[in-house]
């Protein structure tokens, strides 16, 4: 029964499974051994130096003393080489096989291939950047609350904004409260609310937020990007602008029509 386990794991596996001899000869491999590293038949791979397959060869040396030092070696990243030439990034795991004496005959081992979970990672830390680039040049800072659980994220560029170091922000929704202006507190809160139980569309908010220097600064909106099977929300995600100077300048504007408004009547 238990040989039978093991060849059952050994066949259907989908990462590659093999066992190979200290010297590096393959003895055994399964299918996906094959077809990870794009060989037609058993007897051509069999006869592939193991070294050949490693397109750094100092990471085989380091992944055996690891085995040799520690009993094992686990998910060790290294890139191989595939028949064609190119290269896959992979996760190597192995432990050796010992001979009564305590000598290692063989070594059994997995190989998986992350070369598209990397490439994904690449990708999505790429738009990671021009996500933030686009922010800091739109002046934006991004929230993200959980409404179940209270949690709040705030970005690096809205702490900036009310003069924070992201360490010193609460991730919580009570520290957005404190630093809202009094008077504006309850048409913030209704506004939200109404976003959340589905009176408004959208939530979005024109109010003072005070800095850590203590001068107070005007921004908000935000709109539930993920809700649950039962349509409640999970999360709500938000962008701040800091629209001071905006609105300094609608002012002064107000201010200088209603002097020409007086000076016209006089």
Not at 84 to 95: H, Y
Request: charged fraction near 35%.
């Amino acid at each position: 029964e238990s040989e039978e386990r093991y060849r059952n794991f050994f066949t259907t596996s989908r990462d590659c499974v093999f066992i190979t001899s200290p010297e590096g000869r393959f003895i055994d491999f399964n299918d996906a051994t094959l077809e990870m590293f794009g060989y037609g038949n058993r007897e051509e791979l069999s006869h592939i130096a193991i070294p050949a397959l490693y397109a750094h060869s100092e990471d085989r040396s380091v992944f055996l003393n690891l085995i040799v030092r520690d009993g094992f070696a686990k998910e060790f990243p290294v890139q191989l080489r595939r028949r064609d030439g190119t290269v896959i990034d992979s996760l190597l795991t192995g432990v050796p096989l010992r001979n009564p004496d305590g000598t290692i005959k063989a070594l059994i081992g997995t190989a998986r291939d992350i070369t598209e979970r990397r490439q994904a990672e690449e990708s999505l830390r790429e738009g990671r950047q021009r996500l933030e680039f686009a922010l800091q040049a739109g002046g934006l800072g991004v929230w993200d609350w959980y409404p179940h659980t209270g949690a709040v994220a705030y970005g690096d560029l809205w702490a900036q904004m009310l003069e924070y170091r992201p360490d010193e922000v609460e991730p919580t929704v009570e520290f957005f409260k404190r630093h809202i202006h009094p008077e504006d507190m309850p048409a913030v809160m209704d506004r939200l609310t109404g976003h959340v139980e589905g009176r408004l569309p959208v939530y979005e908010s024109e109010h003072r937020m005070r800095a850590k220097s203590g001068r107070w600064l005007v921004m908000d909106r935000g709109k539930i990007v993920e809700r649950d099977k039962d349509g409640h929300p999970v999360r709500v995600a938000g962008l701040i602008r800091d629209i001071t100077e905006r609105k300094q300048a609608e002012e002064e504007k107000r201010s200088l029509e209603e002097r020409l408004q007086r000076a016209e009547k006089m």
